[in-house]
């Protein structure tokens, strides 16, 4: 098997952001990163009073910690090489996907016909003595 040389990934770089407009960031964000931040800042203003968000007394450690922290972890954290999103992702795949394949297809099992008669053998018990 001949292994076929690919150089995408050097292309697929994610992009950086330092400042807003005039406003220089403290430390450079991804966008991803910023995706992560307000996706979950919508999350904590929709669930903001169910437990144990509503838990949280403090405004602050509420609207940005929490965000911060889990974007902190979706963009640090990974498992088996991949980030949390992707392999929680791919763990699924997994449970829902047939277990038994051939070639990457599903195996489909034949309906096995079980005959109903049976058959016996009747079998003598002989007590010897030996010698």
Known sequence: MKKIRSY???????KVI??????????PITFSQ??????CEFAVLALGGLPPLSMIDGALLKYFG???????FMSRKTWDGKKPFRFVRSYTAYLLRPKQTFAGKPVKLKRVHIRPEITTVRSEVIHAVSD
């Open 8 to 14: 995408s990934s050097i292309w697929s770089v994610e």
């Open 18 to 27: 330092y400042a807003i407009n005039d406003l220089r960031l403290p430390f």
């Open 34 to 39: 910023m995706a992560w931040f307000v996706a």
């Open 66 to 72: 929490v965000p911060a922290g889990i974007t902190w």
